[in-house]
């Protein structure tokens, strides 16, 4: 194992498939994953984004990413496979049935297709492996046919038992480390936030399996709730897949979609009714200030490093990931310093952002690696308000021992621990499987929802209409390549690069050579 990870092609993942044969079905294939220099790396990713508008249809795309090209590269638009289109108005019922023919297309790429190497001119079998799948919770749940909230072991990582609100109708289970103040703590009072049980593929495998084989449906139903699975997965087919280390928790969807706004309601008083009198509510007036200086702060920044930031207070509605991650790593540290009643909470967030910029960084050494467990693990023992016995003795950074944060060992304030929360736990992990957090995040699926958007002109026949704009698309592409075409001669307009983007480039190709005054 390389000491700094860079990519995926570090990750403990790739690098034990180097060492194992290939097998298709009951099939051991004479030659090992990746043992050909020619051997493609796939990723699989799938999402759910609504086709028009102001309508809660919602369709699912399945995307492949091919990481043997550059980084820089394989995320680009033009580089990223659209497999398939689930249609709306549902979630699917049987995603498997959706994804079937992909998966004969890529176990036939395992096999080897018979490909033309023009360098040496001739054959060879060109073999491909999806070595990893990525999406939001929901999305690779369906894929892992995990059972989500309504299983009593929500996590996909790790088998920790959910946990409901007492004497509530309400089915939610929720994620928390310490249960010595539930009336219910079930069969483990604490759990150890770096000795979490993991699941392992066998296990995993021989869950799925024994949940298909029960003999009556009502234990079928017990067993699924049990374990917290469904039933065997069909892209378990692909022997270069693991589960559940091959489906790692999205980082943006995880940080950016949830966790920061999370925090913002609950500073601004609005998490779910709870926060009346609590401590880390910022005054009403004073959150209004942290807002409209937000706001007014990006307008200094150059429009190259990113779009102006809304302001949290009034217009949190119009925040994205984007702008979630500039106002959260970059604004929001200097814009909270003493606006908390108690400075913990400040203290806390600032523990965050910088366990974050560990985790985005593009080279990660393992003892960052093992820093960003620690941080993780004492951030989320101090949003629980956990004992110190808890803590990492290994950590450089102290925990807080707040008097109380956001969860204060109250049973009724269950809902703030999210598998979310939880899911951050398995972040230190996923890197020593699967590389940085940039190789499996979801900002290129949710770029490829938004050019799909675009593309749809019918609302008649939106699916036949993205279809017939794919299947155009993909020709033009082979054409190009057929007669080495530019896209001039294509007929296509020349690419439009904004002033801010040439402004960028300039400063990046003449490093050194601007000083600031
Ligand atoms: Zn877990």
Avoid at 416 to 423: F, G, M, S, V, Y
Avoid at 485 to 512: F, W, Y
Wanted: proline share 8%.
């Amino acid at each position: 194992m390389p000491r700094m990870t860079t990519d995926i092609f570090d990750g403990l993942h790739y690098h034990l498939l180097l060492g194992e044969r290939v097998v298709v079905g009951d099939r051991m294939l004479p030659h090992n994953y990746f043992s050909d220099h020619c051997d493609i790396v796939l990723g699989f990713a799938t999402n759910s984004f609504a086709p028009f508008k102001k309508r809660k249809h919602t369709m699912w795309i399945l995307l492949i990413f091919n990481y043997n090209l550059p980084p820089d590269q394989r995320f680009q638009k033009d580089n990223i496979l659209c497999a398939g289109i689930i249609p709306s108005p549902k979630k699917p019922w049987d995603a498997d049935s959706f994804i079937y023919p992909l998966i004969q297309e890529l176990l036939e790429l395992v096999d080897g297709v018979s490909t033309y190497d023009s360098l040496s001119s001739s054959l060879f079998a060109l073999h491909a492996y999806v070595i990893t799948g990525f999406g939001d919770i929901p999305a690779v749940s369906m894929l892992m046919h995990m059972k989500g909230h309504n299983g009593s072991r929500p996590c996909r990582m790790c088998e920790i038992q959910g946990i409901g609100i007492p004497d509530l109708q309400n089915r939610t289970l929720y994620m928390l480390l310490s249960r010595r103040d539930h009336p219910k703590p079930m069969d483990v009072v604490e759990y150890h936030p770096v000795r979490l049980l993991l699941r392992s593929h066998d296990s995993f495998m021989a869950q799925a399996k024994s949940v298909l084989s029960a003999p009556t449906e009502i234990q079928r139903e017990e067993l699924s709730k049990a374990y917290g699975i469904k039933g065997v997965p069909l892209l378990s087919a692909l022997g270069s897949l693991r589960f559940p280390q091959s489906f790692p928790y999205d980082f943006m969807h995880l940080i950016w979609e949830n966790l920061i706004p999370n925090l913002v309601l609950f500073w601004s008083g609005n998490y779910k009714g709870m926060d009346e009198g609590q401590p880390y509510v910022l005054p009403p007036d004073m959150w209004q200030v942290v807002g409209a200086t937000s706001a007014k702060a990006t307008k200094m920044i150059p429009l190259s490093f990113g779009v102006p930031i809304p302001n949290p207070a009034k217009d949190s509605s119009y925040f994205t990931s984007s702008t979630w991650s500039v106002w959260s790593l970059f604004i929001a540290p200097t814009m909270l310093q003493r606006r908390f009643p108690d400075e913990c909470y400040y203290q806390h967030f600032c523990s965050l952002v910088r366990i974050l910029n560990l985790c985005l960084q593009f080279k990660i050494s393992k003892e960052e690696i093992n820093e960003i467990e620690s941080g993780i693990c004492e951030w989320v023992v101090d949003y629980e308000r956990c004992v110190p016995p808890f803590i990492s003795k290994k950590s450089k950074v102290g925990s807080i021992h707040a008097p109380s944060l956001y969860y204060q060992h109250k049973p009724e304030w269950l809902p703030a621990c999210l598998l979310k929360i939880h899911a951050l736990l398995h972040i230190p992990d996923q890197i020593r499987w699967m590389g940085p957090c940039w190789t499996t995040w979801a900002f290129p699926i949710e770029r490829q929802c938004g050019y799909f958007q675009c593309i749809i002109h019918s609302r008649l026949n939106p699916y036949a209409n993205m279809s017939q704009h794919l299947t155009d698309l993909s020709q033009l592409r082979q054409v190009k390549i057929l007669y080495n075409l530019t896209d001039e001669e294509l007929g296509k307009p020349p690419k439009h690069i904004s002033l801010q983007t040439k402004r960028l480039e300039d400063c990046k190709s003449r490093p050194g050579t601007f000083t600031l005054v």
